[in-house]
């Protein structure tokens, strides 16, 4: 498993799961995560703490998904860190 997102709508939250590599090959899965942010999610919640590698492909992903995320306002909680990425490289709107 190098991604799990999973989308609980009674809540209002969006759980992310990174293992492994973050870099080109997650593309699918940060796509399939960015489709359930809309109006109704309150909150995304991202594992990091399994992340191996961190390549500029991975990172320029993860700064897609932030700006997805303050576009409509949904509060950011980061477990763990990605090398080269915070939730402080994301929207003001987030904190």
Same mark, same amino acid.
């Given at each position: ?22 870099? !080109?090959? =997650?593309? #699918?899965?940060? +796509?399939?995560?960015? @489709?359930? $942010? ?30 997805? !995320?303050? =576009?409509? #306002?949904?509060? +950011?909680?980061?477990? @763990?860190? $990605? ?13």
């Amino acid at each position: 498993m190098a991604m799990s997102v999973a989308y609980h709508a009674e809540e209002g939250r969006l759980d992310i799961t990174i293992a492994e590599n973050l870099d !080109l090959s =997650q593309t #699918r899965e940060i +796509l399939k995560a960015q @489709g359930f $942010i809309d109006d109704q999610l309150q909150t995304c919640v991202i594992d990091c703490t399994r992340v191996g590698q961190v390549f500029d492909s991975g990172k320029a992903l993860m700064l897609m998904l932030f700006e997805k !995320l303050a =576009q409509f #306002r949904v509060r +950011l909680v980061m477990i @763990g860190e $990605i090398a080269g990425v915070s939730s402080q490289h994301a929207s003001p709107a987030m904190s």
